[in-house]
T-cell receptor, first 115, second 115 residues
């Protein structure tokens, strides 16, 4: 069975602060895929990043960066110099070869960036 | 590219009524998925299609739920004899395929309220 844990239910920061969202996963698959999605108040899930299990290279995209560590089964997401528009619920998700096409999502982290 | 679209965006119904939702995937995407999201939770997988074939169904998809994708393009999700526990956001996603772990792109969802 696959499992994703996002232990932080809610995070509140002040604009321009850096913030890290944690994601820990469990899987028996040797090949698996990790995703981050953003869900603003409008409700639509917006794809942010995909990472394959065989690629542990960290990635930076503008103010966003992701730290993938297989040794600790973690795939954390950092927003640098947060902005009010970053306020949303962020979901980490896991897919794998034995789970077919289903994604397993964590419960999400509500990020509030205050001006 | 036009994204995934879903109609209606909101549906309020009385317990016992039938409801039908529609999803139009991204053009040329072969795979289409349905998820359900309740308040404060991450999305949960319901079912998916490869073209017109329904290839996997979650145990969450009770006998009152039926999904179709008749011509491999749009899909409908019908709930018969709705119950209050069916109140949720119903999300549709599509992916290019045929890979089972292609990135899934989500629509804005249909929020169902059963009174």
């Amino acid at each position: 069975a696959q499992k994703v844990t996002q232990a932080q239910t809610e995070i509140s920061v002040v604009e321009k602060e850096d913030v890290t969202l944690d994601c820990v996963y469990e899987t028996r698959d040797t090949t698996y895929y990790l995703f981050w999605y953003k869900q603003p108040p409008s409700g639509e899930l917006v794809f942010l990043i995909r990472r394959n299990s065989f690629d542990e290279q960290n990635e930076i995209s503008g103010r966003y960066s992701w730290n993938f560590q297989k040794s600790t089964s973690s795939f954390n997401f950092t927003i640098t110099a947060s902005q009010v528009v970053d306020s949303a619920v962020y979901f980490c998700a896991l897919g794998g070869d034995t789970s077919g096409s289903r994604l397993t999502f964590g419960e999400g982290t509500q990020l509030t960036v205050n001006p | 590219d036009t994204g995934v679209s879903q109609n209606p965006r909101h549906k309020i119904t009385k317990r016992g009524q039938n409801v039908t939702f529609r999803c139009d995937p991204i053009s040329e995407h072969n795979r289409l998925y349905w998820y359900r999201q309740t308040l404060g939770q991450g999305p949960e997988f319901l079912t998916y299609f490869q073209n017109e074939a329904q290839l996997e169904k979650s145990r969450l998809l009770s006998d009152r739920f039926s999904a179709e994708r008749p011509k491999g393009s749009f899909s409908t999700l019908e709930i018969q004899r709705t119950e209050q526990g069916d109140s949720a956001m119903y999300l549709c996603a599509s992916s290019l395929g045929p890979g089972s772990t292609d990135t899934q792109y989500f629509g804005p969802g249909t929020r169902l309220t059963v009174l």
